[in-house]
């Protein structure tokens, strides 16, 4: 039985955290590690046991398309995506992936392999998740290009499209831009009710989800895409089976175990992972605005309420990212840096620098000492150029 | 405590099973099934126990140039090297990989994108691991290009040798071939003492080992990399974080559990991984010479005998591939197939058509029906053209 307690530390406990700390606060990256108080909560139900027999083949079902997909996984995913109700997987292909980063260019892949022009152009609408960038230009490959923002791209020809929805860096719920006949990789890491209202199933060609950000496994490196067309779906297995032979057989046993624990209680108030995770992001995000709000000098997006299917109430976004701004123009990673936080810089987001990108899935520790060092910034009012 | 019994089936065993069984036998992936037999026999004493609490984090160790490696897999790696002596892991960096498939894809772009001229000439003398090709290809990317057999290869310029030693196919020892001042990928995959002599302690700037190919583990796709230059291995980890965002730590943890295990008891007679392996590939080698030697329809590679250092004494090589060769011009992997036996064509590894390669780590059962059905077209003379 796991409660719903979220540990608000009280500030002079923060006060004496940072006081005891002078250490750098990375909330560069999005290391979900704010969920594993739950998993402890949890403490042996979610356990693995794998004797040293066990998984030796690279193969997992040679009858399915995606020929290194754990059968047990499949049905894990389709009863988690059924609960929620937040996509749909009826005639769909499932691929999984070493984390949904290997299958986002495992699709550009795919869906620029099968276009007959090439290079296929890239492009995602600003301000966009910065691994993108480095997906799409890191190889050179002749097969796609990097073209930048989704708002004013005008090329013409084959193009890819990168939406994600609620968006990494800023929360926004997007939809696609470009919206003539290309492709687009609908990326719904955060599409999930701790951090958004599901207001409806998704259903596209090509979806990505990530167990690292639904309940904060991101060392098993687990992902998955929900693929319409066999064609692509076999190109991405193709992709796959060069680029590593298919997918760690562990993380898949035990992504499979922790995704039918969360399905299985998903409706019980005090043990479902979704009621605290919600709990839990609306806890830090009513905290940071607070902080936010207490001054002059930063800026936060606002985000509209809307009715979450799973829920069955009106809900607010609560995003794994915070997109900090800064009233003044200025360099506000550099400003966040100096006071030992680490971001990442709105530039890198093809954006200004005066906003960057703050993970709110960090410990509970560096959570509030983050709140303490913007809490001091503010009062200091040391936002000169 | 393992005992060494090499399952033989008898003859009449097999027959039974070929008659009972007209499944068509996969010998064209190296999928190495064949040492199950040895990790039932440990029962339990490799299991792994995962709590879902743990190992969450996209981090292992940030001090580490490869920040996603586990630091007990890195001591268990060197452990292993230092009991069985075919690698010298001092002043090396170690890159943990998804498979050493992922590392060598890893390789290519660390040193093609450290390299002043673009692209960069890939090449491996024939017979080679076909996987290379597709590996430098199918990303069409402008940092390198393969350019196929390095013995007939007199482009000027940077470029890079896979090399393989025991080699697959054909399991014999090899050296670099271009000989200029390029660079080169030691693939040591098999360079294991159930497979070949250990005759010296390998000590290059670029050395690829796999779980796989060890133990049988293929499923935890696991591979590490030792690299001298920390330019070389930073971009490798460059790689793979934009590649995969690193490796699974469920797989680190159970190939660190089970690298361990055969460390410790390496020297046993009765438990070793090694001599179980050894014995077992012998046998399957004698078993298979028997056959085509019993005919005048096939050939096979002869390898010398060589003084093993783990061993102590004189042994020959019994590698993970068979080589087998036609008398007659003929396309071998046809006449296989009609015989229901599939393989690897000589042709995908850059040679003729009338040499296959056969996967010798099948399960016992396959491995004695694919001996009944070459045994079976010997004995019709059916090689016609
Ligand atoms: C929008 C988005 N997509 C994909 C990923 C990749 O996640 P993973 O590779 O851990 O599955 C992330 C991680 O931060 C993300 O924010
Ligand atoms: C020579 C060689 N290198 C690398 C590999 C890749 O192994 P893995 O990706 O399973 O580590 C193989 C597998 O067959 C191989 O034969």
Redesign the interface.
């Given at each position: 039985m796991v409660g719903l307690e979220i540990s608000k530390k009280s500030d002079s406990d923060s006060i004496k955290n940072n006081r005891l700390s002078d250490a750098v606060i990375n909330l560069d990256?999005g290391?979900?590690?704010a969920?594993?108080e739950y998993?402890?909560k949890?403490?042996?139900?979610?356990?693995?046991?794998?004797?040293?027999?066990d998984?030796?083949?690279?193969?997992?079902n040679t009858t399915d398309v995606c020929w290194f997909l754990e059968p047990e996984l499949a049905k894990a995913i389709k009863a988690l995506h059924g609960a929620i109700g937040n996509a749909a997987t009826e005639e769909r292909y499932i691929v999984v992936?070493?984390?949904s980063?290997?299958l986002c260019?495992a699709a550009l892949?795919a869906l620029s392999s099968l276009s007959e022009v090439k290079p296929v152009s890239i492009v995602a609408a600003t301000p966009y998740y910065s691994?993108y960038v480095?997906?799409a230009s890191?190889?050179?490959?002749?097969?796609y290009k990097w073209e930048g923002d989704a708002r004013t791209f005008d090329k013409n020809g084959p193009y890819i499209e990168m939406m994600t929805s609620p968006n990494n860096p800023d929360g926004t719920i997007r939809e696609p831009v470009v919206n003539r006949s290309g492709k687009v990789i609908h990326d719904f890491a955060y599409y999930w009710p701790h951090y958004t209202p599901i207001t409806r199933r998704q259903d596209h060609d090509l979806m990505l989800f990530t167990f690292?950000k639904i309940t904060?496994?991101?060392?098993?490196?687990i992902g998955w895409a929900l693929v319409k067309d066999i064609e692509v779906a076999k190109r991405m297995v193709?992709?796959l089976t060069?680029?590593?032979?298919?997918?760690?057989?562990?993380?898949q046993?035990?992504a499979t175990?922790?995704l039918n624990?969360i399905t299985k209680i998903c409706r019980n108030k005090s043990e479902s992972f979704f009621e605290y995770g919600f709990e839990k992001m609306k806890s830090r995000w009513e905290r940071l605005r607070e902080v936010v709000d207490s001054g002059d000098t930063f800026t936060l997006p606002n985000y509209p309420q809307a009715f979450c299917n799973f829920f069955g109430k009106s809900i607010s976004n609560s995003p794994a990212f915070a997109w900090l701004g800064c009233k003044e123009e200025r360099d506000l990673g550099s400003l966040l840096k100096e006071n030992k936080v680490l971001t990442r810089g709105g530039d890198r987001c093809g954006c200004d620098k005066k906003y960057v990108r703050v993970s709110m899935l960090s410990r509970d520790d560096d959570f509030d000492i983050f709140l303490h060092r913007l809490a001091t910034i503010k009062d200091l009012k040391c936002i000169k150029p």
């Open positions: 990256q290391d979900p590690t969920f594993q998993w402890m949890m403490k042996d139900r979610c356990t693995v046991v794998i004797p040293g027999w998984m030796m083949s690279y193969f997992s992936g070493t984390g980063s290997q260019q892949f691994t480095e997906e890191y190889l050179q490959s002749k097969l690292s904060g496994h991101a060392g098993s490196r193709q992709y060069i680029n590593s032979i298919g997918v760690s057989k562990e993380s046993t035990r175990t922790i624990e």
